[in-house]
C-alpha cells in the first residue's frame, strides 16, 4: 500500500462516518495507472479522490486546441450533415419538378406558379435549417462549433483541488423539487456536501486537458450519443467509451439526458436534459453536454420551473481535512 492510500484510510477513518474499506482499485486509463480505496457507506459505492495543484480547467477556443481526433470526429459529421441536407434539396427539387412539368404540360400556368412558389418556400426552409445547424461548409460549421463553446463552457482558468471522498455514480433526486437553489440547499445537509465546479470538472476530466473525459477523439463515440436508447452489448462485447468508469473510478458526464446538481444556484452541470438530441441538433450543439466544462443555465422563471426526478442528479462527496 502507498504511502498516500495509507495517509488517506487514517484520515477517512478520523471522519467517524462509517465508511467501510472494500480495498483497493487499480486504474488503468490510456496508459496512467492509479490506484485509490473502493469505499462503501450504508452500501452505496465512494472512492477516495486524491487532489492536485495549479489544475487547469475550463475552456478558451482561442487558446486551448482541438484533438485530431476530435476535429476528424467533427469533419465526418459535417459531412455526413452536408450529405444528409443535400439530398433533402435535390428530393425535394425532383419532387416538385415532375409537378410542375405535368402541370405546363396542362397548360395550367397557375398551378405551376403555385407549385414553384411552395417549392422555393421548402427549399428556403431546409437550407435555413441547415445554415442554423452549421452544415453549409465546413468553415461555417467550425465557426458556429467555437461560437456555441464560448457560450457555454466554463472559462479557462487555475485552482487548487483538495483530497475527497465521491460518490461513484450520481444519484436522481427522490421527489420533484421547486428551484434549483432549494435542491441545492436540501441536498448539502447532512455529512455530505456538493462538488463545486471546480471539483466537479476535475473529478471529470481528472486533470487532463482534453475536452472530452476520454481524450482527444470522437472516434465510435458519436454513433453511440446518437444510437438513443441502443440495445445492450453482449457481455463479452467491450463497453464504450460512455459507460466505461473515467480515470477516477467515476462514472460521471455519460448521458445528455442527465443534468447533475452541484454547489451552484445558476446552472447544472453534465447535460441538457437531452433537448439537443431529441432537437436533432447535431454535434455542434449535442457534443458539448458530454464535455467537464459543460454549463447548463436554470430558468429564470421559477414560477414555471420545476426539477423533475426523471432528469436532476447529484453527487455526494466529503472533502478530507
Known sequence: MSELLENARSRIEALGMDFQFMGIAKLN?????????????EGDQFVFVPGQKNV?????????????????????????????YQREIEETQNYYQKDIATANANGDLEKAEELRSELAEELNGIE?????????????????WNENLSQCLSPLRTVDIGDMIVEVDSRYIEEDMPSLSQAVCALKEGPFTLATEDEWEYLCNGGARTLFRWGDTLKDVLAEIYEVGRVSKDEE??????????????FIAYDSYKYEIIDNTVYTKGG???CSLCGGDGAIYVLPCYTAFYRHPTCENEDYYRLSRNYYSYRRIVRLP
Open 29 to 41: 486509463r490510456d496508459g496512467v495507472e492509479r490506484e485509490t480505496w473502493v469505499l462503501e457507506y
Open 56 to 84: 487547469v480547467l475550463g475552456w478558451d477556443t482561442d487558446q486551448c486546441s482541438l484533438g485530431e481526433g476530435v476535429l476528424e470526429g467533427l469533419r465526418e459529421d459535417f459531412d455526413s450533415g452536408h450529405s444528409y
Open 128 to 144: 435555413e435549417e441547415m445554415t442554423e445547424k452549421g452544415y453549409v461548409s465546413w468553415d461555417n460549421f467550425l465557426a458556429k
Open 237 to 250: 462485447d467491450t463497453p464504450s467509451v460512455l459507460e466505461q468508469p473515467n480515470v477516477l473510478g467515476l
Open 272 to 274: 441538457d436534459g437531452g
